[in-house]
């Protein structure tokens, strides 16, 4: 299993970036898909997840400004960033599956890829 993350960079507060995350090496159609991020001397944070059958679900602080998404003919799973804020500085990583439990353990435990770094300043 392999997930390779993508777009990351630096925008402006009120901004936009589009994250891409490819898979290889699993049937990523029939993987529900997460993803997380580790803002500077934090700890992972859950940020969005998307089923199989492309249900979506967010966290409070993301929610009605990123918009999960996937395309399983390119096995590459999405996340478009609006309204960027300072505090979306993180590095943000693709993760295959849901976590088990809503612990930091559970998120930790899945698989995931090196992450890409996004930086939100004026």
């Known amino acids: 299993v392999q997930l390779v993350e993508s777009g990351g960079g630096l925008a402006q507060p009120g901004g936009s970036l589009r994250l891409s995350c490819r898979g290889f090496g699993f049937a990523f159609l029939k993987y529900d898909m997460t993803w997380a991020r580790q803002a500077p001397g934090k700890g992972l944070e859950w940020v969005s997840g998307?089923?199989?059958?492309?249900?979506?679900y967010y966290s409070r602080s993301v929610k009605d400004r990123f918009t999960i998404s996937r395309n399983n003919a390119k096995s590459t799973l999405y996340l478009q960033m609006d309204n960027l804020k300072p505090e979306d500085t993180a590095v943000y990583y693709c993760?295959?599956?849901?976590?088990?439990?809503?612990?930091?353990?559970?998120?930790?435990?899945?698989?995931r890829g090196q992450g890409t770094q996004v930086t939100v300043s004026s």
């Open positions: 993760a295959q599956g849901f976590p088990t439990s809503a612990t930091l353990q559970a998120l930790q435990a899945l698989v």
């Open positions: 998307i089923t199989t059958n492309e249900e979506t």
